[in-house]
């Protein structure tokens, strides 16, 4: 069965400062994955999506994640975070042989420092 | 472009009590899914739908039933609510099975 892991439950950067928040998977075949980002009361939004092709892709506000296939991993970066980056990040990997839903990591919650 | 909206937001509800989460999206997916967040956990499938007429279980389907009789409408029903059923609900919908899936903005659920 698929799973994704986030090793890091919580991550505290200061504004301005890099990010990378970690993913690990594991999945039997080429997996589709996905970083979304949730809010306080919100829904999740897409950041970004990992289908085939190019390795490195790039999302919305400034976030890019790297598939490295040897790893098993899909991190997440942003060279500079803003303070409106706090949130929760979800990893999740593409529905296994049917149309099932995505299997979520647990989540990192963003702690941005000023 | 209001995408995918559940209804209601919150809900307190006592043990045993019966009641419909409702989502519906504008964007025509077949494709929909039902989620409970509970924290620390990640979210968890409970049942899915990939057209009109057809459902399935998802990981998470004990006390929780659906219906989808049509392509934007897709109810999640509590028969007997639970205290183990307190979470956040979310309903999403994707255009296929790999495609990116858009949620809606939750609904806070609490039995006591």
Known sequence: ?114 | NAGVTQTPKFRILKIGQSMTLQCAQDMNHNYMYWYRQDPGMGLKLIYYSVGAGITDKGEVPNGYNVSRSTTEDFPLRLELAAPSQTSVYFCASSYGANQPQHFGDGTRLSIL
């Open chain 1, 1 to 114: 069965a698929q799973s994704v892991t986030q090793p890091d439950i919580h991550i505290t950067v200061s504004e301005g400062a890099s990010l990378e928040l970690r993913c690990n998977y594991s999945y039997g075949a080429t997996p589709y994955l996905f970083w979304y980002v949730q809010s306080p009361g919100q829904g999740l939004q897409l950041l970004l999506k990992y289908f085939s092709g190019d390795t490195l892709v790039q999302g919305i506000k400034g976030f890019e994640a790297e598939f490295k296939r040897s790893q098993s991993s899909f991190n997440l970066r942003k060279p500079s975070v803003h303070w409106s980056d706090a949130a929760e990040y979800f990893c999740a990997v593409g529905p296994g042989g049917g149309a099932d839903g995505l299997t979520f990591g647990k989540g990192t919650h963003l702690i941005i420092q000023p």
